[in-house]
């Protein structure tokens, strides 16, 4: 039964996760609330490993709770609900995309997609923040790389390990 749940919900997580990774956040928060599989700390902890870690967000996330939930066979099956969705609509658009590419209803349909996925994205985003941002000095840290980030356009990875050995430095 368990593996069924993790399929169902993670697959009607990857049929709604338009615009990628980071959409699927508002979906894992309800889940968490829903079934208990893991705590908002935890979630917060996974979001954290998974932009570290090779592979795209909603999957690394997905096999974790998966795996945490029910074991190998469990992260796999999560895993596989969560991308079939992409799949079978990948293999839809090639079919049909060069007869309905110019169609206007096409066009506004995808356009009018765009806001939607937009709030969900600040929405995770401000669940993120509600969760990371205990202290004035967290939120000193994530100003402070912000605004590194906007002006030095360094590469993500070196602002993860600056945020990382602040942390671990000042205790956090």
């Given at each position: 039964?368990?593996?069924?749940?993790?399929?169902?919900?993670?697959?009607?997580?990857g049929?709604?996760?338009?615009?990628?990774g980071?959409?699927?956040?508002?979906?894992?928060?309800?889940?968490?609330?829903?079934?208990?599989?893991f705590?908002?700390e935890q979630?917060?902890?996974?979001?954290?490993?998974?932009?570290?870690?090779?592979g795209?967000l909603?999957v690394?996330?997905?096999?974790?709770?998966g795996?945490?939930?029910?074991?190998?066979?469990?992260?796999i099956?999560?895993?596989?609900?969560?991308?079939?969705?992409?799949?079978?609509i990948?293999i839809?658009i090639?079919?049909?995309?060069?007869?309905?590419a110019?169609?206007?209803?096409?066009?506004?349909?995808?356009?009018?997609?765009?806001?939607?996925v937009l709030?969900?994205?600040?929405?995770?985003?401000?669940?993120?923040?509600r969760?990371?941002i205990?202290?004035?000095?967290?939120?000193?840290?994530f100003?402070?790389?912000?605004v590194?980030?906007r002006?030095?356009?360094s590469?993500p990875?070196?602002?993860?390990?600056?945020?990382a050995?602040i942390?671990?430095?000042?205790q956090?």
């Amino acid at each position: 039964m368990i593996y069924w749940l993790l399929f169902y919900e993670f697959f009607k997580i990857g049929l709604f996760a338009i615009g990628g990774g980071a959409v699927t956040i508002p979906f894992l928060f309800d889940l968490g609330e829903k079934y208990h599989w893991f705590t908002t700390e935890q979630l917060v902890n996974m979001i954290a490993v998974s932009e570290s870690t090779p592979g795209p967000l909603g999957v690394n996330m997905a096999t974790f709770t998966g795996y945490q939930t029910a074991g190998v066979l469990g992260g796999i099956i999560a895993t596989f609900g969560l991308t079939l969705p992409s799949v079978i609509i990948i293999i839809l658009i090639a079919k049909l995309l060069n007869r309905f590419a110019d169609n206007a209803y096409v066009q506004t349909l995808l356009a009018s997609i765009r806001p939607g996925v937009l709030a969900l994205i600040i929405f995770a985003g401000w669940q993120i923040a509600r969760i990371s941002i205990t202290s004035w000095l967290s939120a000193a840290i994530f100003a402070g790389i912000l605004v590194a980030n906007r002006f030095f356009k360094s590469s993500p990875i070196f602002y993860i390990l600056l945020s990382a050995i602040i942390g671990i430095v000042l205790q956090l």
